[in-house]
Each structure stands twice: as structure tokens, then as C-alpha cells.
């Protein structure tokens, strides 16, 4: 089987506690219906109610190396209401792991959303903010900070934005290997995949996964922060990786894939109107409370290329998000069942 043989390459570096196995199920009721196409979603949600499935994967095999070079402290860089630092935060409060938030000021007086989450999670004194105009060069004062903590003898590992670490890699990899084991289980192929991408790490899990078993298929990556041409030195970067880690070069096959600038509100962290009254059409259409930052954008994009392309074949939406991210939202949303 396919699937077992990257199961075997990324096994040793994975805490297997932490995930199991989502569900893939239909989607159509979204799409404008046709007959030589059927629509799935991957439900990456599901992995945890209150850590983004996708963030979960990586730390799969994150902690493990956490853990091993048991380093006394952990820094993470991100904005105020990251995913990464909310999911993260858990995780290592979970393990009894140390750590410091290393966090983009805001100015919203009003604690609310993630924010609150994590503010629930961590001490004050383990915070540090970095003002906006300074947050350009944060990975450089994070790592001053590593280098003055060396120096009085402490290990501090910097976990950077969206965890896009080396060691992520084959927490990553787990996503493709689940869907290839589905599709083995199943006898269901899928031609094309849709995914969102932020750091890109978890597109690149995919890219790679399907590389590595030569499954040809088309993937549409959403953009939804960052730029094409991150994307592709990262990519880069992740096969070098993978070539280390596991000892063995990709072969030099490699399926397609494409970037797209999402169809609603495109600047990262934006959410308008369209994309809340997009969420309530969602809700109503699939019975799914889908995060707005990420995956209503992301499911819009692809809705979009289904339809102008006149995609067929079988297709898999992955939502790695979580209903979560839906609290900051709730005022602005209950404004949609005023009274008139
Ligand atoms: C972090 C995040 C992503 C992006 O993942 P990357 O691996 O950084 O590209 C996508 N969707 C959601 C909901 C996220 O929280």
C-alpha cells in the first residue's frame, strides 16, 4: 500500500497521542450541481475543539523534538490573535513546557476572540510585546533574546511564525498520508485538491506527501497571506529538509499545483461584510460554523475556480480551521438577525 510507505518514513518523528485520523465527507450541496463532479471536504476541524487541526498536525511531530532536546524555554513569535499562539499555548501548557509569547501590539481596548483565549492561557510576564513599526525586524530581536538567554546558559528554541519549523515536516506529512489511506480504503481518487495556505507549510505537507508517492493531481493553493514567491522558496527549503530528515530525495516527480489570491476581502486578517454573510450562507448550505479568517475565504476561492473551470472529476476541500475564530466575530454577525 502506498499510504503505509510514508507512514513508515514519518512515524519515528510523530507523537501519534496527539491526532487521529478526520473525516472526509460530501460537499455538493455548496456547489452548483453537476453531473461528472463530486465535492468532499476534509474535516481537519475536528481534530480538536479548541487547537486548529492543521497547527495540531505540525506539532506532531513539533513536540516530539521539543521534548528530546528539552530546552528550557520556548519562544513564539505571532500577532496578537494567531492561531499558531493560541494552538500552540495549549500544547505546551498541556506538556509542562516553558514559554514566552513574543506578540504584535494592537490597539483593540477589547479583549475578545483569540486573544482573550490566550490571554486566559499565559501570564501577563511571559509576554512581550513588539510595537507594529518594530515588527519588521522581529525575528531579529527574537533572536537577540535567544542569544542573551544563551549567555546566561539557558536553551531557548524560537518557534517562528505560524510554527514553520523544520521540525514540523513530518507533522505535516500525516495529511496526505490520511487522505491516500482513504482513498485506498475507499477506492476513490481525487483529482483535485483545494487548500489554504499562510506560511505555506501545510500546502507544501501535501505538495510533498504526493510527491513522494507519485499520485498525480492538480492542487489549488488559496493565499491567504503571503506570496507566491515565499511559497516556492519555502518549498524549496522543505525539500532540502526532507532529503536530510529522512535520508532519501524526492523523486522527481511532482503534481501540479497553482496559487490564488482569495475572491473576498484579500489582505490577510481582513474580514468584511461579504465574507460574514458568506459564513450565515455556509452555516445554512453545509451545517458547518466555518472560520471567516481563513476558510470562508478559502472556500469562496474555491468555489469560484470550480465553477469558471468547470472542474469534474472528484475533488477535496481541505478546512483546517475551526469555529473558534468565530467569537471575535459575534457582534457583527448577530447584526445580520436585526429587526428591521
Ligand atoms: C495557520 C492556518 C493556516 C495556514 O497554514 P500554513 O501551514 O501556515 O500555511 C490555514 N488555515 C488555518 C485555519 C490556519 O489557522
Not at 505571532?78 to 499555548?89: D, F, P, R
Request: proline residues 4%; charged residues 25%; hydrophobic residues 40%.
Amino acid at each position: 500500500m502506498n499510504s503505509e510507505k510514508l507512514r513508515t518514513l514519518i512515524k519515528p518523528y510523530l507523537s501519534e497521542e496527539l491526532l487521529r485520523q478526520t473525516r472526509i465527507h460530501a460537499l455538493d450541496n455548496y456547489f452548483p450541481p453537476h453531473p461528472k463532479r463530486k465535492v468532499f471536504i476534509k474535516r481537519d476541524d475536528e481534530l480538536s475543539s479548541s487547537i486548529i487541526g492543521s497547527k495540531l498536525r505540525k506539532y506532531s511531530s513539533l513536540l516530539p523534538y521539543l521534548e528530546k532536546e528539552n530546552f528550557d524555554e520556548v519562544l513564539i513569535i505571532g500577532g496578537a490573535h494567531s492561531n499558531n499562539v493560541l494552538s500552540l499555548s495549549q500544547v505546551l501548557k498541556e506538556k509542562r513546557l516553558f514559554f514566552k509569547l513574543m506578540l504584535l501590539e494592537h490597539h483593540n481596548p477589547t479583549l475578545q476572540g483569540n486573544l482573550l483565549w490566550t490571554r486566559m492561557l499565559v501570564n501577563e510576564k511571559n509576554l512581550i510585546w513588539v510595537k507594529r513599526k518594530d515588527w519588521a525586524e522581529v525575528e531579529e530581536k527574537a533572536q537577540e533574546y535567544v542569544e542573551e538567554e544563551k549567555r546566561k546558559g539557558r536553551r531557548v528554541c524560537l518557534i517562528s511564525e505560524g510554527a514553520k519549523h523544520q521540525a514540523s515536516l513530518p507533522g505535516v506529512l500525516t495529511l496526505p498520508q490520511e487522505i491516500v489511506s482513504d482513498q485506498e480504503k475507499k477506492e476513490r481518487e481525487f483529482q483535485h485538491y483545494f487548500i489554504d495556505s499562510g506560511t505555506g507549510l501545510s500546502a507544501i505537507g501535501l505538495i510533498l506527501g504526493l510527491q513522494f508517492l507519485e499520485i498525480s493531481a492538480h492542487i489549488y493553493i488559496s493565499l491567504i497571506a503571503g506570496r507566491e514567491k515565499e511559497f516556492e522558496s519555502q518549498l524549496e527549503n522543505q525539500r532540502r529538509n526532507f532529503s536530510q530528515l529522512f535520508g532519501q530525495d524526492l523523486p522527481s516527480f511532482c503534481p501540479s499545483y497553482s496559487f490564488h489570491r482569495p475572491a473576498l476581502a484579500t489582505s490577510f486578517g481582513s474580514v468584511n461584510t461579504k465574507v460574514l454573510q458568506e459564513t450565515l450562507v455556509v452555516a445554512r448550505e453545509t451545517g458547518i460554523l466555518m472560520d471567516p479568517v481563513y476558510s470562508i475565504k478559502h472556500l469562496c476561492t474555491a468555489k469560484e475556480i470550480i465553477v469558471q473551470k468547470e472542474l469534474e472529476g472528484n475533488i477535496l476541500f481541505v478546512y483546517s480551521g475551526g469555529s473558534l475564530a468565530l467569537a471575535g466575530f459575534q457582534e457583527k454577525l448577530a447584526y445580520f438577525f436585526r429587526s428591521p
